[in-house]
């Protein structure tokens, strides 16, 4: 498989990280770089899927939009306090 190259410019305090402790740039960069589309692409596909849902049965209410809001920030305040 063809692998073209690509130039990365990283701040020095990272650059020193990754030479002191051996690690591999071209994988790494890899890995997250293939995360980051599939990420991108989730998100595309996400907001096609709610595009077709809105088409089909309309615009959500005011209630039902805010009733999603409070658990959408019921689950980001668990996952906060989570990752603390």
Same mark, same amino acid.
């Given at each position: ?18 030479? *002191? ?5 071209? @994988?790494?960069? *890899?890995?997250?770089?293939?995360? $980051?589309?599939?990420? *991108?692409?989730?998100?595309? $596909?996400?907001? *096609?899927?709610?595009?077709?849902? @809105?088409? @089909?049965?309309? $615009?959500?209410? =005011? ?5 999603? $809001?409070?658990? =959408? ?12």
């Amino acid at each position: 498989m063809r692998m073209p190259r690509v130039q990365v410019y990283l701040p020095e305090d990272l650059y020193d990280e990754l030479k *002191q402790r051996g690690l591999p740039a071209s @994988e790494l960069l *890899q890995v997250a770089v293939r995360a $980051e589309v599939e990420r *991108q692409n989730a998100l595309t $596909e996400t907001e *096609q899927y709610l595009d077709e849902l @809105e088409s @089909e049965i309309g $615009e959500p209410s =005011a209630r039902a939009t805010a009733q999603a $809001e409070a658990v =959408a920030r019921r689950i980001r305040t668990r996952a906060s306090r989570q990752a603390s």
